[in-house]
């Protein structure tokens, strides 16, 4: 199949960048959307052309390396996927797609279509962790947690920390993949000594960030690539008042 | 208190203050459509006058009244700056508009809000701004015998400019006389204009609670398995449907009646 | 030099807790004082920078990620074994240090192993306590599988997540020492070099992949936990980024390389569809618990299959082959790996390969539905299914799964002793960047285990015991040898970025990958090896006449990025050829053809090849030193593997 491709570039977060136009040509239904790209980054190379820059790494829909907004989508129109595990057959010959970065503030262009994800660093290192140190914990098999428990943290767990929620949310809020972790520790035993002192701080470093907030229209969860649940931010809005309004728990750090 | 104001700041704070007051104004909103099903009583509005009036002048109400002004302005405020943080969350748009499922009214509170605002603001001019200070607004007087159950109503004219409303009985008759806000509803709703503007905006107000009730709910973190779906139940049926339907066929039975030219 | 592996006296069950007390210990008040640099943050890199932060020493990690939880520990699906015994089937520490010895052919190390073993439980104890949410009974306690043919439940799941759920562990564990100040994280950051002074590790050349800057660092150590080089062979489970710069950088300066041929192949991969693969997928071992592999009976039935006139599903049962049950009836299709892997290429080379590309065989559930209920497959199977439905667009519940064996995993690396110190003092190795404790073949859910192993329980002993011999004096980029390093750093940029050829560099990798398979893949000769040699010494002169780097170095440079791991994989491919051209006999993933048994089965020969063969770089173009390490046997008998 044939296909024209609508691309971002823009050479750094300094200069400003605009749409280029390119031919994706041969393009095999069986490939992924990355190996799309791929294809037309060899052409440019060989043209001595810079080829288009975007992140990338597992391929397989884990890592969360992989971004990109096509035609309205994060990770592109199909549900429950990254854009690595999109494949060609989804588009038809002809059309023209548009891929543009992640858009936000808190996320800014490093090159063309990747953006600096850096902010989520932050502030899972806010308190995204259950303070226990190498050695000296209990057997595994200690604490017994029921299935349905631990199901429902995993299924928070799964979050691969790819800003698509960011993406597709018209706030740019990150409460989604926030609420994600909160929840997750939050559920578990292990992470109840913890609970309302990490809701604290890793919705102050959120905040600083410089994301929106969440007004609950759900277009984070129809597009999230593990289909993480709206729950979640229930959930982490819950804790936060709970701490904040009636317990003393405070914060180990006033603000940063 | 420094870390009261903090939490109030934060994102989430800000996100908690636009769930109380919006939740707030629900219900607010029962119970004002609640008295203002009294304009349906064929009683030449004499029950919806002492409703009014009842509500003016009661203190705890009064109380209440200012805290609901208080809300509206918080409320709107707040979303307001919420609305204004939140495009400053994305400076540069998207090419393509975004086409992820979201409902219409989830990604449009702010207008509606804004629409909503622009209608209170009318709404309280006309009605609330005049019952208080309109010096020329009319009296009724109402006389029901209390035997019969038969009511009489005539025109009054207060003997003092101070004078706001009695209630006296006299040889089995009750004689109550009050400010006639009824007629002015009724003259407010025979303006076709003024009618087609309080439907949109009780369209907009079917809109603004279809999401925003419930997200109300998911706001303070009170989602559950089993409760969420009443809370979606109770926004959709009696906050998107049924109380703006009856705030709307209010105008629209009045603007009915002056056609008929029934006063 | 000699090759000290630093094995510690006595019994083989003692000698690690005896080591451990032998072993010299930092001050408290003393940790800060010293600096640590640690490359790499996937399960091993992440494990030992969160536990060496937490005692106190001051850390600097590197990944060229945008963020540490993207290591390609991320991807890992099946498990992570541990000798915990929970479901009171007969493990035993001793049963899975057997297990590991033996599924590595008899090539590792047996006082490693037995360590191995030994740590096994603490990792899970300490992931549980992290919050890491591991598949749990109905009864609130763990639960386990059994994996890659292992005859006890020992394997800790996370859905088919497991590496990912063990690496969020790991994250957050180093995210906790971030936050204190313990551990400084650069990210995006690409390791290029290794600094040494005196003979002694001493620090690294980084470039800044966002804005190019060459900058040095400079520690007490220098631990590299930088992952596995599949991607030698182009295609490969890794991901797109896995790479062998920091290994090979430092190999040559001076680490021996240890059984550079030593790479896994997986049997249960979607196969290729075509020359614009960029990877390929792993489907989890377990597939083969329910699924019945086989190929056409005929060749003429697969040129049918192939041109798609004939069905899988309308292929007769007598014209089906189910070559694994009918060669090795009694482990039928859970034979190891390494077998089922070369079966499948024999039958592709005997022309009865399906599929597209002919380079696939079939694994079949139809047999399992019937049996079990679509229902129950799906419950089992059911993400995997979607998977390979998202990528082939082919319904397996309907027709059989097409598969074909990938390269997965090297058990190849840096050559380390006991205290997983490189040949270089104060240069470490961790996780699969070592030549490790798999010997010549990895059992399933055991790279898990050695990565956390190493990471949290083995270094921050072993670690502490050079430190402290070396003493806290400062280590300061000052030092002439950083400018010097940094400078050839900066050269060899140069050099990749000058080149204006006509081919790009994926296209160098494309057809590296294409030798390697070919010659040094799942079966190997002398004959093939040799010519590839001569194949890859013509790629390289090539790549460095004729390739094509584009851009500049002040800038994002993928390009750059590409060209300079590609140029390194190309000299591991020549070493990769030259171990395995001296390794004359057939053992774990690694088949000479010459060596065989009568009925076609891998032949050992302990007596000339039980050591670890370690390579020492002598100089561009120099033909590379081999150094033996002899293994020796104390706890278990050699016997062949025998799986008829
Ligand atoms: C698809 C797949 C499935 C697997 N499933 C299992 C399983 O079920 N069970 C099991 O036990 N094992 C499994 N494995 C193997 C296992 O996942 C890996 O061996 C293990 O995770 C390696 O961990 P590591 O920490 O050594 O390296 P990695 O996780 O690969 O981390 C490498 C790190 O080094 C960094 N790095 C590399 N080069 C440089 C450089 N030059 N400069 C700076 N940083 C650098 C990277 O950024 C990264 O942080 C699987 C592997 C694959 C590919
Ligand atoms: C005065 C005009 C009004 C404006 C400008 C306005 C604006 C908004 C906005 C922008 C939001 C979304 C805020 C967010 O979710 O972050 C919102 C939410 C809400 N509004 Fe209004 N509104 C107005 C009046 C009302 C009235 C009269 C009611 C009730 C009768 C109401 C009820 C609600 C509710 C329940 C929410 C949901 C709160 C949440 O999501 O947490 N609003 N409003
Ligand atoms: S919540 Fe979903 S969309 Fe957001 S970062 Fe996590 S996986 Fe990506
Ligand atoms: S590249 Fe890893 S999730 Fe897409």
């Given amino acids: 199949?044939?296909?024209?491709?609508?691309?971002?570039?823009?050479?750094?977060?300094?200069?400003?960048?605009?749409?280029?136009?390119?031919?994706?040509?041969?393009?095999?239904?069986?490939?992924?959307?990355?190996?799309?790209?791929?294809?037309?980054?060899?052409?440019?190379?060989?043209?001595?052309?810079?080829?288009?820059?975007?992140?990338?790494?597992?391929?397989?829909?884990?890592?969360?390396?992989?971004?990109?907004?096509?035609?309205?989508?994060?990770?592109?129109?199909?549900?429950?996927?990254?854009?690595?595990?999109?494949?060609?057959?989804?588009?038809?010959?002809?059309?023209?797609?548009?891929?543009?970065?992640?858009?936000?503030?808190?996320?800014?262009?490093?090159?063309?279509?990747?953006?600096?994800?850096?902010?989520?660093?932050?502030?899972?290192?806010?308190?995204?962790?259950?303070?226990?140190?190498?050695?000296?914990?209990?057997?595994?098999?200690?604490?017994?947690?029921?299935?349905?428990?631990?199901?429902?943290?995993?299924?928070?767990?799964?979050?691969?920390?790819?800003?698509?929620?960011?993406?597709?949310?018209?706030?740019?809020?990150?409460?989604?993949?926030?609420?994600?972790?909160?929840?997750?520790?939050?559920?578990?035993?292990?992470?109840?000594?913890?609970?309302?002192?990490?809701?604290?701080?890793?919705?102050?470093?959120?905040?600083?960030?410089?994301?929106?907030?969440?007004?609950?229209?759900?277009?984070?969860?129809?597009?999230?690539?593990?289909?993480?649940?709206?729950?979640?931010?229930?959930?982490?809005?819950?804790?936060?008042?709970?701490?904040?309004?009636?317990r003393e728990e405070e914060v180990h750090e006033q603000g940063h | 208190m420094s870390e009261f104001k903090q939490t109030l700041n934060s994102s989430l704070g800000k996100k908690l203050i636009m769930a109380l007051t919006g939740l707030f104004l629900c219900t607010f909103l029962i119970v004002h459509v609640g008295g203002n099903l009294l304009l349906f009583n064929n009683d030449n509005g004499f029950s919806?006058?002492?409703?009014?009036?009842?509500?003016?002048?009661?203190?705890?109400?009064?109380?209440?009244?200012?805290?609901?002004?208080?809300?509206?302005?918080?409320?709107?405020?707040?979303?307001?700056?919420?609305?204004?943080?939140?495009?400053?969350?994305?400076?540069?748009?998207?090419?393509?508009?975004?086409?992820?499922?979201?409902?219409?009214?989830?990604?449009?509170?702010?207008?509606?809000?804004?629409?909503?605002?622009?209608?209170?603001?009318?709404h309280m001019g006309d009605f609330w701004f005049r019952y208080h200070n309109d010096k020329t607004m009319g009296f009724k007087e109402y006389r029901t015998d209390l035997a019969t159950g038969e009511t009489k109503v005539s025109d009054y004219t207060p003997a003092n400019a101070e004078f706001s409303h009695s209630v006296s009985t006299e040889n089995n008759v009750e004689v109550v006389r009050v400010k006639d806000l009824h007629a002015r509803v009724a003259y407010s709703f025979s303006n076709i204009i003024y009618v087609i503007f309080y439907v949109i905006a009780m369209g907009a107000v079917a809109f603004h609670l279809l999401h925003g009730f419930q997200s109300a709910f998911r706001t303070l973190g009170w989602v559950h398995r089993k409760y969420t779906p009443v809370v979606y139940f109770i926004g959709t049926w009696l906050f998107a449907v049924i109380i703006p339907l009856l705030f709307a066929a209010m105008p629209v039975y009045y603007y009915y009646l002056s056609t008929q030219g029934a006063h | 030099m000699t090759l000290d592996a630093k094995i510690p006296q006595g019994p083989l069950a003692e000698k690690w807790s005896k080591h451990k007390f032998d072993?010299?210990?930092?001050?408290?008040?003393?940790?800060?004082?010293?600096?640590?640099?640690?490359?790499?943050?996937?399960?091993?890199?992440?494990?030992?920078?969160?536990?060496?932060?937490?005692?106190?020493?001051n850390v600097k990690a590197f990944c060229f990620q945008d963020s540490p939880r993207r290591a390609h520990s991320i991807a890992a699906q099946g498990g992570i074994n541990a000798a915990k015994n929970y479901q009171n089937d007969g493990d035993s520490v001793f049963r899975l240090f057997y297990d590991t010895i033996k599924g590595g052919d008899y090539r590792a190390r047996e006082a490693n192993v037995h360590r191995l073993a030994e740590v096994s439980v603490n990792i899970i104890d300490q992931c549980v306590a992290q919050g890491v949410p591991f598949a749990r009974e109905y009864g609130g306690l763990l639960d386990n599988r059994s994996f890659g043919g292992s005859q006890v439940s020992r394997t800790f799941y996370a859905r088919g997540q497991t590496g990912q759920q063990l690496l969020l562990g790991a994250y957050s564990a180093l995210n906790r020492q971030i936050h204190a100040g313990k551990v400084k994280m650069y990210t995006r950051h690409e390791m290029l070099d290794v600094v040494t002074i005196d003979g002694h590790a001493k620090g690294i050349v980084t470039r800044n992949m966002l804005t190019g800057a060459i900058d040095t660092h400079a520690g007490h150590a220098v631990l590299l936990c930088t992952g596995g080089y599949s991607n030698v062979f182009y295609l490969s489970t890794n991901a797109i980024g896995s790479n062998v710069t920091a290994a090979w950088r430092a190999h040559k300066r001076g680490a021996f390389f240890g059984n550079p041929c030593y790479t896994q192949i997986h049997p249960t991969c979607i196969p290729v569809t075509g020359d614009h693969q960029s990877k390929l997928t792993l489907m989890s071992e377990s597939l083969r618990n329910d699924g019945r592999v086989w190929a056409?009976?005929?060749?003429?039935?697969?040129?049918?299959?192939?041109?798609?006139?004939?069905?899988?599903?309308?292929?007769?049962?007598?014209?089906?082959?189910?070559?694994?049950?009918?060669?090795?009836?009694?482990?039928?299709?859970?034979?190891?790996?390494?077998?089922?892997?070369?079966?499948?290429?024999?039958?592709?080379?005997?022309?009865?390969?399906?599929?597209?590309?002919?380079?696939?065989?079939?694994?079949?559930?139809?047999?399992?539905?019937?049996?079990?209920?679509?229902?129950?497959?799906?419950?089992?199977?059911?993400?995997?299914?979607?998977?390979?439905?998202?990528?082939?667009?082919?319904?397996?519940?309907?027709?059989?799964?097409?598969?074909?064996?990938?390269?997965?995993?090297?058990?190849?690396?840096?050559?380390?002793?006991?205290?997983?110190?490189?040949?270089?003092?104060?240069?470490?190795?961790?996780?699969?960047?070592?030549?490790?404790?798999?010997?010549?073949n990895r059992l399933g859910a055991s790279a898990l285990m050695q990565g956390l192993s190493d990471g949290y329980f083995v270094i921050p002993y072993t670690l502490g015991d050079y430190l402290a011999k070396i003493g806290p004096k400062k280590v300061d980029t000052n030092h002439p040898a950083f400018e010097k390093t940094k400078q050839d750093?900066?050269?060899?940029?140069?050099?990749?970025?000058?080149?204006?050829?006509?081919?790009?560099?994926?296209?160098?990798?494309?057809?590296?990958?294409?030798?390697?398979?070919?010659?040094?893949?799942?079966?190997?000769?002398?004959?093939?090896?040799?010519?590839?040699?001569?194949?890859?010494?013509?790629?390289?002169?090539?790549?460095?006449?004729?390739?094509?780097?584009?851009?500049?170095?002040?800038?994002?440079?993928?390009?750059?990025?590409?060209?300079?791991?590609?140029?390194?994989?190309?000299?591991?491919?020549?070493?990769?050829?030259?171990?395995?051209?001296?390794?004359?006999?057939?053992?774990?993933?690694?088949?000479?053809?010459?060596?065989?048994?009568?009925?076609?089965?891998?032949?050992?020969?302990?007596?000339?090849?039980?050591?670890?063969?370690?390579?020492?770089?002598?100089?561009?173009?120099?033909?590379?030193?081999?150094?033996?390490?002899?293994?020796?046997?104390?706890?278990?008998?050699?016997?062949?593997?025998?799986?008829?």
């Fill in chain 3, 489 to 644: 750093v900066i050269a060899h940029v140069n050099k990749l970025l000058s080149l204006k050829g006509t081919k790009t560099t994926n296209e160098y990798h494309r057809e590296l990958g294409h030798i390697m398979w070919e010659y040094c893949g799942m079966a190997r000769t002398e004959e093939g090896l040799k010519k590839a040699k001569g194949l890859i010494q013509a790629l390289k002169a090539d790549f460095w006449k004729n390739a094509i780097v584009t851009g500049e170095n002040e800038e994002v440079n993928a390009s750059l990025e590409r060209a300079g791991r590609v140029a390194d994989f190309i000299e591991l491919g020549e070493l990769m050829i030259d171990d395995a051209l001296m390794r004359k006999e057939s053992c774990g993933g690694h088949f000479r053809v010459e060596s065989q048994t009568p009925d076609g089965e891998a032949l050992r020969d302990d007596e000339n090849f039980a050591f670890v063969a370690a390579w020492e770089f002598k100089g561009e173009n120099q033909p590379e030193e081999l150094h033996k390490e002899q293994l020796t046997f104390e706890a278990v008998h050699l016997s062949q593997r025998n799986y008829a």
């Fill in chain 3, 23 to 57: 072993l010299k210990l930092v001050n408290p008040a003393n940790k800060r004082k010293y600096d640590i640099i640690i490359v790499g943050t996937g399960l091993a890199g992440a494990s030992a920078a969160a536990t060496l932060g937490e005692l106190g020493y």
């Fill in chain 3, 296 to 440: 056409p009976k005929t060749a003429e039935i697969a040129e049918q299959l192939r041109k798609g006139t004939l069905k899988a599903d309308q292929v007769k049962e007598d014209d089906r082959d189910y070559f694994l049950e009918r060669k090795y009836p009694a482990f039928g299709n859970l034979v190891p790996r390494d077998v089922a892997s070369r079966n499948a290429k024999e039958m592709v080379e005997e022309g009865k390969g399906v599929g597209g590309s002919g380079f696939a065989v079939f694994l079949d559930f139809a047999d399992a539905i019937k049996r079990l209920g679509e229902e129950t497959v799906k419950a089992k199977y059911g993400n995997l299914f979607d998977m390979y439905y998202q990528i082939t667009n082919e319904n397996p519940y309907k027709q059989p799964m097409r598969i074909y064996p990938a390269v997965h995993y090297t058990m190849g690396g840096l050559w380390v002793d006991y205290n997983l110190s490189t040949t270089v003092p104060g240069l470490y190795a961790l996780g699969e960047c070592n030549f490790s404790d798999h010997g010549a």
């Fill in chain 1, 1 to 246: 199949m044939n296909l024209t491709l609508k691309v971002w570039r823009q050479k750094n977060a300094q200069t400003a960048g605009k749409f280029v136009s390119y031919k994706a040509e041969n393009i095999s239904p069986d490939m992924s959307f990355l190996e799309m790209l791929d294809v037309v980054n060899e052409s440019l190379t060989h043209k001595g052309d810079e080829p288009i820059n975007f992140d990338h790494d597992c391929r397989e829909g884990i890592c969360g390396m992989c971004s990109l907004y096509i035609n309205g989508h994060p990770h592109g129109p199909k549900r429950g996927i990254t854009t690595c595990q999109l494949h060609m057959r989804t588009f038809h010959d002809g059309e023209t797609i548009t891929i543009e970065p992640w858009r936000a503030e808190a996320f800014p262009i490093v090159k063309d279509l990747a953006v600096d994800r850096s902010a989520f660093d932050r502030i899972q290192q806010a308190g995204g962790y259950v303070s226990v140190n190498t050695g000296g914990v209990p057997d595994g098999n200690a604490i017994p947690i029921p299935k349905v428990i631990a199901d429902e943290a995993f299924n928070s767990a799964t979050c691969i920390g790819c800003g698509a929620c960011v993406a597709a949310c018209k706030n740019a809020s990150a409460m989604l993949f926030v609420s994600a972790k909160i929840t997750q520790l939050g559920l578990l035993p292990q992470g109840q000594p913890e609970r309302y002192r990490r809701v604290q701080s890793m919705v102050a470093q959120m905040d600083e960030e410089g994301f929106g907030s969440c007004t609950n229209t759900g277009a984070c969860e129809a597009e999230c690539p593990k289909e993480i649940k709206l729950t979640n931010i229930a959930r982490m809005n819950n804790d936060y008042f709970s701490a904040k309004l009636f």
């Fill in chain 2, 48 to 122: 919806f006058n002492v409703y009014a009036n009842f509500l003016t002048h009661f203190p705890p109400i009064e109380v209440i009244a200012y805290l609901l002004y208080l809300s509206i302005l918080v409320h709107a405020l707040y979303g307001l700056i919420l609305t204004v943080k939140n495009r400053k969350a994305r400076p540069v748009r998207y090419a393509v508009a975004a086409k992820s499922d979201a409902s219409w009214s989830s990604k449009n509170m702010g207008l509606l809000g804004s629409i909503m605002f622009l209608f209170i603001v009318i």
